[in-house]
């Protein structure tokens, strides 16, 4: 069986990899992965019923037991429309925590490596080009600095009409980071392969050319994309 393309885009919270997955995702026809919208079903999953985020023995079973639905850009936990609730910061958080399970991290691979399918995909998350898809040709490494993602994170709530607090987002985000980074599975860490592109001072289109040029560079099949 042909190889199927993979791009990794892994970082931090706030770096812009969701943003740049999907347009990257689009311009090459490709399938894509939001791996951070897997843990967080998990950790909402958890909250809702009550259990320890940080206990194995209850949130793997969540994680391997989940029912969701994906349709018309919707994603569905047990039938409840959950698309905007997994998006606060609080659903962010709970998912960090459930994330640093090993046991639930093991329930949630095989899922994650079924989005390999033609003509390719671009998976976006913080271990996906380390452990997910260590073979992937195009791996990048979003990073901005703490500050200015929580900016951006500001902008995209007040947009929404969610009122939030400047100094409270950048707290949130360095404890997040804090976590993903140093937990013991799979810690947020660039692959040894990966290009680190710094987007603190790019805006989106040069960070989606960018990677499509990186892209381009391993797998010449897509530059007529
Ligand atoms: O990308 P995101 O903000 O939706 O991710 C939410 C949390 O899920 C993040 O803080 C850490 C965890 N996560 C992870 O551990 N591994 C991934 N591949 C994706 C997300």
């Given at each position: 069986?042909?190889?199927?393309?993979?791009?990794t885009?892994d970082?931090?919270s706030?770096?812009?990899?969701?943003?740049?997955?999907?347009?990257?995702?689009?311009?090459?026809?490709?399938?894509?992965?939001?791996?951070g919208?897997?843990?967080?079903?998990?950790?909402?999953?958890?909250?809702?019923?009550?259990v320890?985020?940080?206990d194995?023995?209850?949130?793997?079973?969540?994680?391997?037991?989940?029912q969701?639905?994906f349709?018309?850009?919707k994603?569905?936990?047990?039938?409840?429309?959950?698309?905007?609730?997994?998006?606060?910061?609080?659903?962010?958080?709970?998912a960090?925590?459930v994330?640093a399970v090993?046991?639930?991290?093991?329930a949630?691979?095989d899922?994650?490596?079924?989005?390999a399918?033609?003509?390719?995909?671009?998976a976006?998350?913080?271990?996906?080009?380390?452990?997910?898809?260590?073979?992937?040709?195009?791996k990048?490494?979003?990073?901005?600095?703490?500050?200015?993602?929580a900016?951006r994170?500001?902008?995209?709530?007040k947009?929404?009409?969610i009122?939030?607090?400047?100094?409270?987002?950048?707290?949130?985000?360095?404890?997040?980071?804090h976590?993903?980074?140093?937990?013991?599975?799979?810690?947020?860490?660039?692959?040894?392969?990966?290009?680190v592109?710094?987007?603190?001072?790019?805006n989106v289109?040069?960070?989606?050319?960018?990677?499509?040029?990186?892209?381009?560079?391993?797998?010449?099949?897509t530059?007529?994309?």
């Amino acid at each position: 069986m042909a190889e199927i393309p993979i791009l990794t885009i892994d970082g931090p919270s706030g770096s812009g990899k969701g943003t740049v997955a999907a347009r990257v995702a689009e311009v090459l026809g490709w399938h894509l992965l939001d791996s951070g919208a897997l843990y967080r079903l998990t950790g909402y999953a958890a909250h809702k019923a009550g259990v320890d985020l940080a206990d194995p023995a209850a949130v793997a079973p969540t994680a391997r037991n989940l029912q969701v639905n994906f349709g018309d850009g919707k994603i569905f936990l047990d039938g409840e429309d959950v698309s905007l609730a997994i998006r606060t910061e609080t659903a962010g958080n709970n998912a960090s925590k459930v994330a640093a399970v090993p046991e639930v991290r093991a329930a949630l691979l095989d899922w994650q490596r079924d989005y390999a399918k033609a003509a390719g995909l671009v998976a976006d998350g913080r271990d996906m080009g380390t452990v997910v898809f260590p073979r992937a040709k195009a791996k990048i490494f979003l990073d901005a600095s703490a500050e200015e993602r929580a900016r951006r994170r500001y902008k995209q709530l007040k947009d929404k009409g969610i009122d939030v607090n400047l100094s409270g987002l950048i707290a949130e985000i360095e404890e997040r980071d804090h976590r993903d980074r140093n937990r013991s599975v799979a810690p947020l860490v660039p692959a040894e392969d990966a290009l680190v592109i710094d987007s603190t001072d790019m805006n989106v289109d040069t960070v989606v050319e960018r990677v499509l040029q990186a892209v381009h560079e391993v797998y010449p099949e897509t530059r007529t994309a």
